[in-house]
């Protein structure tokens, strides 16, 4: 399965992004899909997660409130709808899909087994 995380951008503070993360060469309906962050001399950190049947969603208390996930099985995709953003969510998004995942291994880069390039966000403040 490839993964390509689209919609990154410059934005000012309060603004919005909706990024994207579509599959090919598989299907993500029976996969749980979740987006990290990861921003200059920080390690990647655990945003957002959707599991396969999209009705559990989770998020990092930096974005509660702010950021919601969704998936599309129909259209092999998920997204990630972004609101009041600040500079502190400057970073590069990626996307990441898993089919074993459970939850206490959900904010662990190491228990997904695909990855998405990367989309840039940056907040200016």
């Known amino acids: 399965v490839q993964l390509q995380a689209s919609g990154g951008g410059l934005v000012q503070t309060g603004g919005s992004l909706r990024l994207s993360c579509a599959a090919s060469?598989?299907?993500?309906?029976?996969?749980?899909v979740s987006w990290f962050r990861q921003s200059p001399g920080k390690e990647r950190e655990f945003v957002s997660g959707i599991f396969r049947s999209g009705g559990n969603k989770y998020y990092a208390s930096s974005v509660k409130g702010r950021f919601t996930v969704s998936r599309d099985n129909a259209k092999n995709m998920v997204t990630l709808q972004m609101t009041n953003l600040k500079p502190e969510d400057t970073a590069v998004y990626y996307c990441?899909?898993?089919?074993?995942?459970?939850?206490?291994?959900?904010?662990?880069?190491?228990?997904?087994?695909?990855w998405g390039q990367g989309t840039l966000v940056t907040v200016s403040s």
């Open positions: 060469g598989g299907t993500l309906s029976s996969s749980t």
């Open positions: 990441a899909s898993g089919r074993r995942l459970i939850l206490s291994s959900l904010e662990r880069a190491d228990a997904y087994d695909f």
